[in-house]
């Protein structure tokens, strides 16, 4: 079936520029994550969904970035007045149990 | 103390040969741990998971897990040039509300043909 699915693949936006990045998680997945992975390290936690519900925002770096699941299926992260440490890949992980499968990510550039 | 300790490497390998990724982990609350594999430029696959003490076996590859050692390793075995990728581990963390992954840097294998 089909994959989680992120949009757009490739962002590059001007600093101060508002953004949205949006994940649409495999069909029937309770629970949306979105994680950052910077090249050489491994995802780092942002926040996550059950259904609409946000359990855990622990990892969203300051009150720039939000993110919302409003029907329980498609998430956006918008990260307001961007910074050019804003830039990497943003990346959604959905699950139905205890394994999370990744989508192919969003490259965000900040100029 | 990182919460989740992989070797950077690389770790080379001879094609047929068997590959041995090691990851530690600080909180002994935890309770899952998975493997995934990223190729260059690839978001992170996963490739197996194990919950219990003891080993799990997936085809080539072997997980095995030490919860009093705070040790989760994953072995491919009959190693191929298509695994060379970084393997990284994760850790789900125990109770509260947060079902997020703590992931270790990775360890990138090559495996030489």
Same mark, same amino acid.
């Given at each position: 079936?089909?994959?989680?699915?992120?949009?757009?693949?490739?962002?590059?936006?001007?600093?101060?520029?508002?953004?949205?990045?949006?994940?649409?998680?495999?069909?029937?997945?309770?629970?949306?994550?979105?994680? /950052?992975? *910077?090249?050489?390290?491994?995802?780092?936690?942002?926040? @996550?969904?059950? @259904? %609409? *519900?946000?359990?855990?925002?622990?990892?969203?770096?300051?009150? /720039?970035?939000?993110?919302? /699941?409003? %029907?329980?299926?498609?998430?956006?992260?918008?990260?307001?007045?961007?910074?050019?440490?804003?830039? *990497?890949? @943003? /990346?959604? *992980?959905?699950?139905?149990?205890?394994?999370?499968?990744?989508?192919?990510?969003?490259?965000?550039?900040?100029? | +103390?990182?919460?989740?300790?992989?070797?950077?490497?690389?770790?080379?390998?001879?094609?047929?040969? #068997?590959?041995?990724?090691?990851?530690?982990?600080?909180?002994?609350?935890? +309770?899952? &741990? &998975?493997?995934?594999?990223?190729?260059?430029?690839?978001?992170?696959?996963? #490739?197996?998971?194990?919950?219990?003490?003891?080993? $799990?076996?997936?085809?080539? &590859?072997?997980? +095995?897990?030490? $919860?009093?050692?705070?040790?989760?390793?994953?072995? #491919?075995?009959?190693?191929?040039?298509?695994?060379?990728?970084?393997?990284?581990?994760?850790? $789900?963390?125990?109770?509260?509300?947060?079902?997020?992954? #703590? &992931?270790?840097?990775?360890?990138?294998?090559?495996?030489?043909?």
């Amino acid at each position: 079936g089909a994959g989680v699915s992120q949009s757009p693949r490739y962002k590059v936006t001007k600093r101060g520029q508002d953004v949205a990045l949006r994940c649409d998680p495999i069909s029937g997945h309770v629970s949306l994550y979105w994680y /950052r992975q *910077a090249l050489g390290q491994g995802p780092e936690f942002l926040t @996550y969904f059950n @259904y %609409e *519900a946000q359990q855990d925002k622990s990892g969203l770096p300051n009150d /720039r970035f939000s993110a919302e /699941r409003p %029907e329980g299926s498609i998430s956006t992260l918008t990260i307001q007045r961007t910074e050019q440490r804003d830039s *990497a890949m @943003y /990346r959604c *992980a959905s699950s139905d149990s205890y394994e999370q499968y990744f989508g192919p990510g969003t490259r965000l550039t900040v100029t | +103390q990182k919460e989740v300790e992989q070797n950077s490497g690389p770790l080379s390998v001879p094609e047929g040969a #068997i590959a041995s990724l090691n990851c530690t982990y600080s909180d002994r609350g935890s +309770q899952s &741990f &998975f493997w995934y594999r990223q190729y260059s430029g690839k978001s992170p696959e996963l #490739i197996m998971s194990i919950y219990s003490n003891g080993d $799990k076996e997936d085809g080539r &590859f072997t997980a +095995q897990l030490n $919860k009093a050692s705070q040790y989760v390793s994953l072995l #491919i075995r009959d190693s191929q040039p298509s695994d060379s990728a970084t393997y990284l581990c994760a850790v $789900k963390g125990y109770g509260g509300a947060t079902n997020k992954l #703590i &992931f270790g840097t990775g360890t990138l294998l090559a495996v030489q043909p």
